[in-house]
């Protein structure tokens, strides 16, 4: 009896050690080798905006504050703490603009002095609006603690109650409720807090920041209806980078005047960059470009100016004619120092959009009436040599590593100044003229609903027409060896062939004469890489579904020749140019079945119509 007492006395105790640290066997191996201690070393940092915090001890402090700026909470400590905000204050509440695919509310807060705290009631404010969006990566949180913070301040503190005056805000704290529950202290090996981050990617396996075109996730779907529904007069997305280090804490940027939006990135250019610029600085924040190396190894070589495509949110934003700004923090500083930084760059958006609200609004009226031709669909760096321009680096020292073989970068944490290339990628790479429209059939109701969801106009036939049309025609059709954001990427060439087609009741027409149009032809250009095409929905009409017998094509080719010189002269040459042709007899006997009615005409059609 003594030794069963023992022993059960053991399970307790084991079963309690276990479950206080939900540690499983492998994840106790792993654990030995964690990265702390390892990232590059910080530079001090007691910028003015550390005045923004509140004591721990004050009954509106955020789990952020509390936790001495070392924690980020979870998704149901962040709605109680959002929702209790809510109940003290008239001016916040709290909207669910849908859920995620486990099933979870994705939670917008409305910010705003109005009574009609709809779509509908905050347009008639004549207030501009700013849709403030964290989480799209979960592991990079700062805009969540920024917010929760702000949204305190604007109401129940009322020590930024004058931003209410001018401005709405619209937060979602956590776009991607379920990645950010699946949080762990080993989410993020590259960056400086939080201690606990969430997952970057949703349930699913998907990036949301690569799913604004297709419209893959629950989680987008709502998003880009929240951005329809609500039409904010400004798109904030914020992230934490990757990688390389350098003396910016929080870096911004958007799509250049040369993209789809040339009078909104003006706006951009002349009025929200300086005063963002001049507002972190003054809070004690270096702000700089984003800075995506051209050699993470030598930053002397350069920087990219990128020109983001639809998938991305500052790219879709660009082609749907929506201000749209990325923000990224730099993952190397600490947590406290990218959440005040936030805290200052929304504060900052807000009067500016408050002050020089009649301008952008001016803006985005001038490029959504745009309808440029040709629409550019892919860009590359120009030809030009580019541009230098100062770059507030960290010294790195360069050896050559015993474990991995190669160059191991050292930042020695001591600032420096470089003077580096920019190179802007404003060159157009892919190019197609505006087509007054596309035909689709009703038998690819995938690709229409997805453009619905998008809210692309378009006219459904309610009986069959004939319509003379421009039809692509693939070839070298290639798909990708693995799966990319759950599909499989296809590329091939094309030719355009001349078509009358029938269309059946039912299909659809969509202009490109509409807001949208870019958008649309982004979407259904097969050479578009955020084309439905590419990204692979639309393989069916790629496969080769009938054939002809060796029986039958035997004879029949024999006639071809003896009836059609021409055709007996291109086969001699074929024989005497291919040899693989000339030793197979499959393919000659294919290729005279090519050349007879009997083969699909449909086969590689793509189905996207063009009227031009």
Known sequence: MREQHRRGWIGIIVALLLSTSAVTPEESTQKQFVAEGVLPPVAPWNGKSRALLVPAEDPWATPFERSDCALSPSYDETVS???????????????????????????????????????????????????????????????????????????????????????????????????????????RINQRGPEVTGWRTTSHNLNLNRDYTKLDTPEMRAMVAALRCWDPELYLDIHVTDGIDYQYDVTFGYNGRHAYSPAIAGWLDRFLSPALTNDLTAMGHIPGPLVYALDATDLSKGIVGWTAGPRYSNGFGDVIHLPTVLIENHSLKPFGERVLGTYVAVKSILRTLAAQAPELRNAIAEDRARRSSPIVLEWEPAETPPEMIDLAAVEQKLELSPVSGGVHVEWTGRPVSLRVPYVRFTKPKTVVARPAAYWIAPAWDDVIDRLKLHGIRMQTMDELREVDVEMYRMSEVKLASEPFEGHVAVTSSQKIEKRRERLPAGSVRVPTDQPLGDLAVMLLDPQSPDSFFQWGFLLEFLERTEYAEEYVMEPLAARMLADDPDLAREFTRKLADDESFRASAADRLDWFYRRTPYFDDRWRLYPVAIER
């Open 81 to 187: 703490w959002l929702q209790r905000v809510a109940k003290a204050s008239p001016f916040v509440h709290m909207i669910s603009i849908g859920k995620s695919a486990e099933g979870r509310d994705i939670w917008m807060v409305v910010v705003s002095k109005e009574r009609d705290v709809t779509p509908q009631g905050l347009r008639k404010s004549g207030k501009p609006a700013l849709l403030a969006q964290a989480g799209i990566h979960p592991g990079e949180i700062d805009g969540k603690d920024a917010g929760m913070m702000l949204v305190r301040d604007m109401t129940v503190r009322k020590t930024e109650r004058e931003l209410l005056e001018g401005a709405n805000l619209l937060f979602v704290p956590i776009f991607n409720v379920d990645g950010h529950e699946r949080s762990s202290r080993y989410g």
